[in-house]
């Protein structure tokens, strides 16, 4: 990229991303959650009804733990139940807090069966988490039982007052949340698309490279996944009753579309840089890529923002440009060594990056009439693209069973919750509850994130106590305590999602500051909280490693199964476009949308294995050869699919490709038996050639489909090999 390019993006991108976080859905909810929990005491403490106001905002905060993204109606289910639940539960702590006995029980019972609602998805699991912290907070505040209902009460007014308020902000402006989410999906691709770029820099470790493209992949996913859930289960959309609702619907149908062109770039880049370095026209190839993930960045900008992309007229004088070089090349092959394959690769290349940006424009071009109602329509079967989870009583009995990691998980925070709460009495301390609340957030299903959020609250905690406390030494105005207190909430909701170290470490300031306010110390809190979040973070991890834990290796064999189904119903469906000539385009798009859920699944297990201890790491180099092959194997299935669908290519003999194609199918259900049941005995499976007089009589076309055919063979050969070598 020439300098003053480089020279801008270094000056925009800090901008940039300052106004994409005030943009995006985390600092929107930030604000929300802060002006929900402050709001009840600033207005009570005028009327002399401070403490009122700190138990309303108690029960917005329990609210706001499950309102997390998604369909508004969802999200409104979830905060009312949750309503209900820290109602009840309030009661259930006040009248048994005063005896130790009692509220053991009561806490035990109810960490297992509200951990048992992670069971019904990750909302259901944020209710059981909201109603424990309710119980955690309250577990302490022992008072006349004439008071409980009253302190229940205003608890359960805090909770409709914080769901009163997400809804109106959402009725305010009911597509935003999508907005922000499609945007942020679209920032992902161009980040993905990045990293594909830095494949075509001189002297790349290509391990490293393909280490975090499939990190990249993984969060593509997610946040697609995202949108899919928001978009496809709210009503105003799925009805496509105004402008907006289908423009966001063809933006992101067309980012899904553009995501698999960007999948198919997959070219064997040791061989390119070995030919091509010399020239120097790897580096354009690097420059143009860059290019589109910007004009993708102004995309998504545009759509947070609610402005409008510049079209990328450049951009179409630099592939003109590109396409000029590799003229030269060709004209120069003899001269300067180069294979034709080389040359058709480049070639190849070009055309996708052409078709790649062709999209890029075709979505900018939506901008133009986004608020048309002239608008083309995007006909979806959107039940088929969304999961949906029903609570299903007999799925709880079925999981009461040592085999469930969910129960597992349940039994293990019942234990250490009654640890925790047996530590805290013994120390009486006078906020003790902090160790149970250490527990209770800490605590996760699989040890590696359990590890993971241990070390990244007590990070925060040592650092903001730290800060809170200098905060506290150097300033002692109270109006400039206040505003340091708004910035620090502010902080802390909004990157509670994005960046938990950052969430604590905006948290503990924040408290501390709040308990300055209240009268109760400084340095003596600040001491207490971190011994507090060490003791409870020892229990939690200590628990997570020898009680009922749970590895990944666990769940390695369904993710690899998954994976090889996922990408033999993909090949499936592209096939028929060459052997039926027909494109049932649900079932394609639900075929290759597996492939990414599955491959994202098995990546982002394969990240988390390595976070656990070297013992629990089974078969990491086979694993890591599994999940690098069967990427390499859907990307040449995308491409495959894009000779059809984008260059219109198509094979006069398809019975010639046949027998390849069932050995293919036949590689990798063999594949899935050796995985589902492991055996000494191997079957002999070989490699189906293609014939040579076909080959060399073909057209072009049909040669770069036969071609690609046997590659796809090849690597599902490579997994079957694979496969005999684990044994799970």
């Given at each position: ?163 009163a308020l997400s809804y109106i902000f959402y009725r305010l402006r ?102 091509f370095d010399a020239t120097g026209i790897l580096h354009s190839y ?443």
């Open positions: 990229m020439p300098q003053h390019e480089n020279r801008y993006m270094q000056l925009r991108e800090p901008v940039r991303n300052i106004q994409d976080f005030l943009l995006s859905t985390y600092f929107a909810d930030g604000l929300r959650i802060t002006i929900g929990v402050l709001l009840p005491p600033l207005i009570l403490a005028q009327f002399g009804h401070f403490n009122y106001g700190m138990t309303l905002s108690l029960g917005a905060l329990c609210a706001s733990v499950v309102d997390t993204p998604g369909p508004a109606v969802h999200r409104r289910n979830a905060m009312l139940i949750t309503a209900a639940l820290i109602f009840v539960f309030s009661i259930l702590t006040g009248l048994t807090n005063r005896n130790t006995y009692f509220i053991g029980v009561l806490l035990v019972g109810s960490s297992f069966v509200l951990s048992m609602f992670n069971l019904y998805g990750t909302r259901a699991a944020s209710i059981g988490t909201a109603t424990l912290l309710v119980m955690v907070l309250s577990i302490d505040d022992v008072r006349p039982w004439q008071e409980v209902l009253l302190h229940a009460g205003l608890i359960l007014a805090g909770a409709l007052w914080y769901s009911p597509y935003r949340v999508l907005q922000q989410f499609l945007s942020d999906s679209i920032i992902e691709v161009s980040d993905f698309l990045r990293a594909k770029a830095r494949f075509y820099h001189q002297n790349i470790d290509y391990d490293a490279q393909y280490a975090e493209l499939l990190k990249l992949q993984v969060s593509v996913h997610e946040k697609q996944e995202a949108v899919r859930e928001i978009m496809f289960k709210t009503r105003e959309i799925v009805r496509d009753s105004n402008p907006e609702s289908r423009f966001l619907l063809l933006v992101f149908v067309d980012m899904v579309d553009l995501f698999e062109q960007v999948m198919s770039t997959y070219y064997n880049y040791r061989s390119l840089h070995e030919q690097e420059r143009i890529i860059n290019k589109i993930s910007y004009a993708l960045d102004d995309v998504a900008f545009a759509l947070k923002s609610g402005g409008r992309p510049a079209p990328p007229r450049q951009l179409v004088r630099d592939i003109n440009a590109l396409k000029d070089e590799i003229a030269v090349l060709e004209k120069n092959a003899a001269a300067l060594k180069i294979s034709t394959n080389g040359i058709l690769a480049l070639k190849n290349i070009e055309v996708n990056l052409e078709n790649i940006l062709g999209r890029v424009r075709t979505i900018i071009g939506y901008f133009k009439t986004r608020n048309s109602r002239d608008q083309k329509r995007e006909e979806i079967d959107t039940e088929k693209f969304i999961t949906r989870q029903s609570i299903d009583k007999k799925l709880f009995f079925e999981n009461l069973t040592l085999k469930s990691s969910v129960f597992r998980h349940s039994l293990r925070v019942a234990v250490v919750m009654l640890i925790g709460f047996i530590v805290a009495k013994a120390l009486d301390s006078s906020h003790s509850y902090w160790i149970l609340l250490t527990i209770l957030v800490i605590s996760k299903p699989g040890f590696s994130l359990t590890k993971q959020r241990n070390i990244e609250r007590i990070i925060g905690t040592v650092i903001g106590g730290i800060v809170g406390t200098a905060v506290l030494y150097y300033f002692n105005d109270q109006r400039t305590l206040f505003v340091i207190l708004l910035v620090c909430m502010i902080g802390s909701y909004s990157f509670q999602r994005k960046n938990y170290v950052v969430s604590v470490l905006f948290m503990t300031p924040y408290i501390l500051i709040l308990f300055d306010f209240l009268g109760m110390g400084t340095l003596d809190v600040a001491k207490e909280r971190i011994y507090d979040t060490l003791i409870g973070s020892a229990i939690a991890f200590l628990a997570a490693y020898s009680l009922f834990p749970n590895w990944e290796s666990e769940k390695l064999k369904e993710a690899m199964l998954d994976v090889l189904e996922a990408n033999m119903n993909y090949f499936e469906q592209v096939s028929r476009l060459y052997f039926d000539n027909a494109y049932d385009r649900t079932s394609y798009k639900l075929a290759r949308k597996q492939v990414y859920v599955s491959t994202a699944n098995l990546a982002s297990l394969f990240q988390r294995m390595f976070s656990e201890p070297k013992s629990k790491q089974l078969f990491i180099k086979e694993v890591h050869q599994f999940t690098a092959l069967n990427h390499l194997l859907s990307s040449h299935m995308a491409t495959l699919s894009l000779y059809h669908k984008e260059h219109a290519f198509s094979h006069q003999h398809p019975d010639d490709i046949r027998p390849v194609y069932r050995n293919t199918l036949y590689l990798l259900k063999s594949g899935m038996e050796i995985l589902s049941r492991p055996s000494d005995t191997r079957a002999n499976v070989p490699l189906i050639k293609q014939k040579n007089g076909q080959a060399e009589g073909s057209e072009t076309t049909e040669l770069f489909i036969t071609e690609q055919f046997d590659r796809i063979q090849k690597i599902a050969y490579d997994i079957y090999r694979l496969t005999e070598k684990i044994n799970i």
